[in-house]
C-alpha cells in the first residue's frame, strides 16, 4: 500500500486518468483502492450480480479453445506448452507440454471478488504461464474455477481461498513468474475489450520502487491483489502474439 505524499500522488493520477484506471483495474483482476473503485463504480443494478448457466461460460469446440489458450504467446512457446481447456467438471489438460509452460483461457471469476464482472460470461482471457507461474500462480485460479463449479457464492470463494493461503495449502508463489497475454482475442471486460497486448511479472512483495513503477516516465505499471497476496508488475508490448504490430498508447 502507498502512503502519505505517494497515496495522495496516486490518487491525483487516477482521478486524471479515470478512463485507463478503470481499464486496468478489469484487464489484470485487480482490487483498487477506494478511489479508484469509486471510478469503477456504476449506478443502478449490477450488469452481472450472480453465475450465468455454466454453458455460456464454456467454449463448446475444445479445439477452438485450444488455440484460443495458445494465441496468449508467440508460437516459439505455445506450441510447446500444456494446454488446459474448461470442462464441467473443472479444467483438464487437453494438450500435453514440453517446455514447462501452461496456456489456458481465463473465465470471469479470476478477477477480485468485489468486480462489478465477476460474473460475466463473455470474458475470455488467454494466458501463457511461464514454468514458474504454472508450478504456483496459476494454482489460484485453478482452485477458484473449482469452488465456482461447486456452487460457491464469491464471498466463499474469497473466503476459501484466504484460507488456503493462510495455511499454506496452495503453493508459494515462484521467483521470476510471468505470463503472455499477447492475444488479439483477449475480451477483458465490456469496455475493455481485448485492451492491449502486454506481459505481467508476479511477485509475492511490492516491487514498486525497484521497477520504478507507475513513475510517469516508467512503462512499467504496478497492482496490487490482496485476495491473491501478489503485486503485478505488467508492460505493454509493440507486438501480438502474431508478430503484429501492437499499439503501446494506452486509451
Known amino acids: 500500500m502507498l502512503a502519505g505524499a505517494e497515496c495522495a500522488d496516486w490518487e491525483d493520477r487516477m482521478r486524471k486518468n479515470q478512463g485507463k484506471i478503470i481499464v486496468l483495474a478489469f484487464a489484470l483482476q485487480?482490487?483498487?483502492?477506494?478511489?479508484?473503485?469509486?471510478?469503477?463504480?456504476?449506478?443502478g443494478k449490477p450488469a452481472y450480480p450472480t453465475m450465468a448457466p455454466l454453458d455460456q461460460y464454456l467454449i463448446p469446440d475444445e479445439k477452438s479453445e485450444i488455440a484460443l489458450a495458445r494465441s496468449a504467446a508467440p508460437k516459439s512457446i505455445?506450441?510447446?506448452?500444456?494446454?488446459?481447456?474448461?470442462?464441467?467438471?473443472?479444467?483438464?489438460?487437453?494438450?500435453?507440454?514440453?517446455?514447462g509452460f501452461l496456456c489456458i483461457v481465463e473465465r470471469s471469476w479470476a478477477q477480485g471478488s468485489?468486480?462489478?464482472?465477476?460474473?460475466?460470461?463473455?470474458?475470455?482471457?488467454?494466458?501463457?504461464?511461464?514454468a514458474q507461474a504454472a508450478r504456483s500462480f496459476a494454482a489460484i485460479y485453478l482452485m477458484k474455477t473449482r469452488l465456482v463449479l461447486a456452487?460457491?457464492?464469491?464471498?466463499?470463494?474469497?473466503?476459501?481461498?484466504?484460507?488456503?493461503?493462510?495455511?499454506?495449502?496452495l503453493p508459494a508463489l515462484e521467483p521470476g513468474a510471468l505470463a503472455y497475454m499477447l492475444s488479439?482475442?483477449?475480451y477483458l471486460h465490456d469496455r475493455a475489450k481485448n485492451w492491449h497486448s502486454h506481459a505481467m511479472f508476479f511477485f509475492a512483495g511490492d516491487r514498486t520502487k525497484s521497477w520504478a513503477a507507475d513513475d510517469p516516465s516508467s512503462p512499467?505499471?504496478?497492482?496490487?491483489?490482496?485476495?491473491?497476496?501478489?503485486?503485478?508488475?505488467?508492460?505493454?508490448a509493440d507486438k501480438w502474439s502474431d508478430g503484429t504490430a501492437a499499439s503501446t498508447s494506452m486509451p
Open 30 to 43: 485487480i482490487v483498487l483502492p477506494d478511489a479508484g473503485r469509486q471510478a469503477v463504480a456504476q449506478a
Open 78 to 99: 505455445s506450441d510447446g506448452a500444456e494446454v488446459m481447456v474448461l470442462g464441467r467438471d473443472g479444467y483438464e489438460t487437453a494438450v500435453k507440454g514440453t517446455n
Open 114 to 130: 468485489d468486480d462489478a464482472e465477476y460474473w460475466n460470461p463473455k470474458m475470455r482471457a488467454p494466458h501463457c504461464f511461464n
Open 151 to 169: 456452487g460457491k457464492s464469491r464471498a466463499e470463494i474469497a473466503r476459501e481461498l484466504a484460507a488456503a493461503l493462510d495455511k499454506k495449502e
Open 184 to 186: 488479439k482475442q483477449l
Open 220 to 236: 512499467v505499471m504496478v497492482a496490487n491483489d490482496p485476495e491473491e497476496r501478489v503485486t503485478i508488475l505488467f508492460v505493454l
